[in-house]
């Protein structure tokens, strides 16, 4: 298993010779994130032109694919507490995530404080990008644009953060010197304010499109709809609609084929709205980092992966008849997938993610299995999701219905049959109905946890799992952290 070991951000930052030669050999993909290994190069000799720039802000997005970011942390942090999802392996591997599944895990849990580390790690690329970028000589609109996209980076961390953990420390700079080092927590409400401040500079910058050679890179629909996302969490309803209907004239569109959307054939589609990019590298194995798709993968004698973070039967219960996503969001045990791969009919789980599933004949061998797989952060449906979901609570009910219309659509494919309009006007069957498109559209894209506790259903959702009111809405602050701060940082009620 691959752990990229750091430092905690907050207390003993990374020397720039130490994080940029990492990232550099470890950190790379597709065309504009791909950096030839190269020498150390000492913290007094960077920040000194644009090519220093570029180097820093490619060093940013690569860290979004460490380990920390998108595999065991993200999966016990952002999944595993959801009813959609469950442990999956072997019955007897990593045990410690059932304890995110049941609402028993303690602030000693080693996947809080890899989270923990995996944003903040992010975090500090960002401020060293925003200090130093501005200093530099170079070609002013491009000055612009990289700090634009790292105060988007910086927000999309911080958002997760600020969901998983309400209050937390907020550093929007570079600590000068060791006195800095530690600072508390900040209210939760403040950190909001940061994410959305950072994300008006951005949207008021990035561009809405880029050439082949930046593909991937943050847009101005990437900001607006993240904003969106975080209005929605702070039930600014007015705001999620002003943002989501920017992004609707924007041209993006849904990919016709639901299952085809989650493949590397078809990422960065029109629907894209913003992915982690990923790829294989060939000759640079470091390059080609990525785990997200080898920790959930089929986990088969004949290959596929470690078959973790698995679909349940209650979410496979939950898609209307005939609804060919359900097919498409779960793997099968004794399938064969759209793509020619058997799965064995015997084996240690029923079901398995498909939207992290690569065909078993894109693997190369020495290189993780699926690394070359994005991971779909906003999806053009998730923008037309949240509309609907404004809309109703704004009194708007056609325009809602218009929106969910479009999702719907596009998951019947024109077979009549399945999927009847929803009609309804009423605002409380309505939103419910929204709801549950929701649910069955983004099943296992790290967002169903979070939706339900902000839609004031955890109780009755989490409930039976082990779900307790005023405590598991967020989880315990690591116990790690607060012991380097010397009790500086607070725990959460209830841990």
């Not at 847009?219 to 969106?228: D, I, V």
């Not at 590298?281 to 920790?295: D, E, L, M």
């Not at 315990?476 to 841990?495: R, W």
Request: include cysteine; proline fraction near 5%.
């Amino acid at each position: 298993m691959k752990r990229n070991i750091f430092l905690s951000f907050k207390y003993k930052l990374n020397a720039l010779l130490v994080v940029f030669a990492f990232f550099m050999l470890n950190g790379c993909s597709n065309s504009f994130l791909e950096v030839p290994p190269q020498g150390q190069t000492p913290a007094t000799q960077f920040w000194v032109n644009g090519d220093d720039a570029t180097k820093a802000v490619n060093a940013m997005y690569a860290n979004l694919h460490s380990w920390y970011n998108i595999a065991f942390a993200p999966i016990a942090v952002e999944s595993m507490g959801s009813d959609d999802a469950e442990k999956g392996s072997n019955a007897t591997d990593a045990t410690y995530m059932n304890n995110f599944d049941n609402f028993s895990a303690s602030s000693n849990e080693g996947q809080l404080s890899d989270f923990w580390s995996g944003q903040y790690q992010s975090i500090n690329f960002c401020n060293q990008v925003l200090d130093n970028v501005p200093n530099i000589s170079m070609d002013e609109t491009l000055k612009t644009r990289y700090l634009a996209e790292a105060k988007f980076v910086r927000a999309y961390c911080y958002f997760r953060l600020v969901r998983a953990f309400g209050d937390v420390p907020l550093r929007l700079k570079v600590p000068a010197g060791s006195a800095e080092y530690n600072i508390p927590r900040t209210p939760k409400a403040e950190v909001w304010a940061a994410i959305e401040t950072d994300l008006s500079d951005a949207a008021n910058v990035l561009p809405q499109t880029y050439g082949a050679a930046d593909i991937g890179r943050a847009t101005k629909g990437a900001a607006l709809a993240l904003h969106a996302k975080v209005a929605m969490y702070q039930k600014k309803w007015a705001d999620v609609l002003t943002y989501t209907n920017q992004v609707m004239t924007m041209g993006y569109e849904l990919f016709p084929n639901y299952e085809q959307l989650f493949r590397v054939a078809n990422e960065n589609c029109q629907e894209s709205v913003f992915e982690l990019q990923c790829a294989l590298i060939p000759g640079n194995t470091g390059a080609s980092n990525s785990q997200y798709s080898q920790v959930q993968g089929v986990r088969a004698s004949t290959g596929g992966g470690w078959g973790f973070n698995i679909p349940t039967a209650s979410l496979a219960a939950a898609y209307e008849t005939g609804d060919p996503r359900r097919d498409a969001t779960i793997i099968f045990r004794g399938e064969t997938t759209p793509e020619g791969d058997a799965i064995p009919a015997e084996g240690d789980n029923m079901m398995y993610n498909q939207k992290s599933y690569v065909p078993f004949s894109l693997y190369v061998n020495g290189y993780y299995e699926g690394c070359q797989q994005n991971v779909r952060v906003i999806r053009y449906a998730e923008v037309l999701l949240m509309n609907a979901e404004a809309a109703i609570e704004t009194g708007n009910a056609p325009q809602a219905l218009a929106s969910l219309e479009l999702v719907r659509a596009r998951a019947r494919g024109g077979n009549t049959t399945i999927l009847p309009e929803v009609t309804t006007t009423d605002p409380v069957a309505l939103r419910t109905a929204i709801y549950n498109e929701r649910h069955v559209e983004l099943a296992m894209e790290f967002d169903r946890y979070f939706d339900v506790i902000r839609q004031g259903r955890g109780t009755e959702v989490f409930g039976p799992k082990g779900w307790t009111a005023n405590k598991n809405e967020i989880w315990p602050v690591p116990q790690s952290e607060i012991d380097l701060s010397a009790g500086l940082l607070t725990q959460n009620p209830g841990y």
